[in-house]
């Protein structure tokens, strides 16, 4: 286990001070001029208290990472690529369930990620997942490459680099700009 | 504005609705799972976009709109790790599907492993 250093503890919370803010609702009553000083106070003991226990589980490499312009701007246009690629997903399922002869085709292909970054890794199957159609369901190493094992509802390739090409479609280039 | 966020609930309705149907009608567990993921998107999305709007626009609840933003954040951040989870311990238990799959590589792999 890894020991915690002083900036993984301050991002980790500040992350939790920041859902803290937003959860009991002091972030908008900072704005009004009506924020209560003990509600801000407790929060910020707690998070320090959790983030001294759990922060060397969350950040392993630099701590202010994502902060670096170019990726925080890949992160918010990720945020509309991903939903775009979510919309079709959907709206191709949603279909394929009401359509009288229920065309589906499932199996389970192997498909290579080409992302280093544990979080990246991590992030792409997550967004499989998320997509309608697809599921991942595992990762594993192999020879040094990284692997998932995706369900998919339609087969349309059994190769695994032209089945990668169509299940994370665009997903994968932006995930590489975010994290790599 | 009312009638934007109306569209959008009934979007979100009609793909929970349809998300239902194919959970009846999808042959195995895993493709169920994939019919399901269907509500777990946008038939909730929808909702929760909706029902910011709402408490922000009609409302006037900036606080409470911002609880039902995080809400959502929150809930597409969770729910793929359970799907993923599910899947992978179905499969291991031995849920294999009634119909044949074009292609098991999982299954070769796993068998290859042990």
């Known amino acids: ?180 | 504005m009312r009638i934007a966020i109306d569209i959008l609930i009934a979007c979100s309705v009609f793909f929970a609705f349809a998300g239902v149907v194919g959970m009846l009608r999808m042959p195995d567990s895993f493709c169920r799972m994939q019919s399901s993921t269907n509500i777990a998107t946008f038939g909730v999305l929808g909702v929760i976009i909706g029902g910011f709007l709402y408490a922000l626009t009609v409302l006037h609840d900036t606080s409470m709109a911002v609880k039902i933003a995080v809400l959502g954040v929150f809930y597409i951040v969770t729910n793929p790790i359970a799907g993923h989870a599910i899947a992978k311990a179905a499969y291991r238990h031995g849920v294999r599907p009634e119909k044949d799959m074009t292609i098991d590589k999982y299954g070769e792999d796993l068998e290859q492993n042990d």
């Open chain 1, 1 to 180: 286990m890894k020991k915690t250093t002083f900036p993984a503890f301050l991002s980790t919370a500040l992350l939790i001070y920041c859902f803290w803010l937003l959860i009991t609702g002091q972030i908008v009553a900072i704005f009004q001029g009506r924020a209560s000083w003990e509600v801000l106070v407790a929060g910020a003991l707690v998070s320090g208290f959790v983030s001294l226990f759990t922060a060397r589980f969350f950040i392993h490499r630099n701590a202010f990472y994502l902060l670096a312009p170019k990726r925080f701007f890949s992160l918010l246009a990720y945020v509309f690529v991903f939903l775009w690629e979510l919309t079709k997903a959907n709206v191709d399922v949603a279909f394929r369930a009401l359509n009288p002869k229920l065309p589906v085709n499932p199996g389970i292909v192997k498909v290579p990620a080409d992302v280093k970054a544990e979080y990246g890794l991590s992030m792409l199957a997550n967004s499989i997942t998320l997509t309608p159609g697809t599921i991942t369901m595992d990762i594993a190493d192999e020879n040094g490459k990284t692997n998932y094992y995706i369900h998919w509802i339609n087969v349309k390739e059994t190769d695994p680099a032209k089945a990668g090409d169509a299940i994370k479609g665009t997903m994968e280039k932006w995930i590489r700009r975010i994290w790599d």
